[in-house]
């Protein structure tokens, strides 16, 4: 399995907190992404990293921010959760954004209330 | 419309039987396909990559038919283990874009 990691891996939070989500890998990989996954919806692209410092929005941005200061580790932050945000959040990593595979973290459990 | 569109099923067999999903997208430009694997309350896994040629491994076969835009997935001799939700990924390498469908849900019965 592909060295990635999620943290925290369940959140229960009220809305209006702020809430950050890290992902950290081990393979060195240059691209992460942020998804979500609802029913109904599969997975949609929050954002993405295509390097340190390199970030780029995916098809459901608004209302969450990223930072990368490091190749290993991808920061989700929720600026001011809504109950909207609840969902299941997964990392994922690739060497390439194209032809390469990408691999899943283990996922973190938000629920806003 | 949806740029890649499975079928959500879900698709109940009986161990042993042959079970085939398929997946369309609507992007010509399209290069680079694969299926994951996902299992109940996990994350999404690589299962195979899809060429153009065809590719079998064991028990799956995987098929592009870029005419008609959609990729399938061929499961034989069907597994208890095979259970699970079935995802088709599509890539548009010059927009460095991946599309994920909502996946095709599988339960194999004994």
């Known amino acids: 399995d592909a060295g990635i990691t999620q943290s925290p891996r369940h959140k229960v939070t009220e809305t209006g907190t702020p809430v950050t989500l890290r992902c950290h890998q081990t393979?060195?990989?240059?691209?992460m992404y942020w998804y979500r996954q609802d029913p109904g919806h599969g997975l949609r692209l929050i954002h993405y990293?295509?390097?340190?410092?390199?970030?780029d929005k995916g098809e459901v941005s608004d209302g969450y921010s990223v930072s990368r200061s490091k190749t290993e580790d991808f920061l989700l932050t929720l600026e001011s959760a809504t109950s909207s945000q609840t969902s299941v959040y997964f990392c994922?990593?690739?060497?390439?954004?194209?032809?390469?595979?990408?691999?899943f973290g283990p996922g973190t459990r938000l629920t806003v209330l | 419309r949806k740029e890649v569109e499975q079928d959500p099923g879900p698709f109940n067999v009986p161990e042993g039987a042959t079970v085939a999903f398929n997946c369309t997208y609507s992007?010509?430009?399209?290069?680079?396909f694969f299926w994951y694997r996902q299992d109940c309350r996990k994350e999404p896994k690589l299962l195979m990559s899809?060429?153009?040629s065809g590719n079998e491994d064991g028990r799956f076969t995987a098929q592009l038919n870029r005419a008609s835009q959609y990729i399938s997935l061929l499961i034989r001799d069907s597994k208890l283990s095979d259970s699970a939700t079935y995802l088709c990924?599509?890539?548009?390498?010059?927009?460095?874009?991946?599309?994920f469908g909502d996946g095709t849900t599988l339960t194999v019965k004994p």
């Open positions: 994922a990593i690739s060497g390439t954004p194209s032809t390469d595979t990408q691999y």
């Open positions: 393979e060195n990989h240059r691209y």
């Open positions: 990293s295509y390097g340190v410092k390199d970030t």
């Open positions: 992007n010509s430009a399209s290069q680079s």
């Open positions: 899809v060429y153009s």
């Open positions: 990924v599509v890539i548009n390498t010059n927009a460095g874009k991946s599309t």
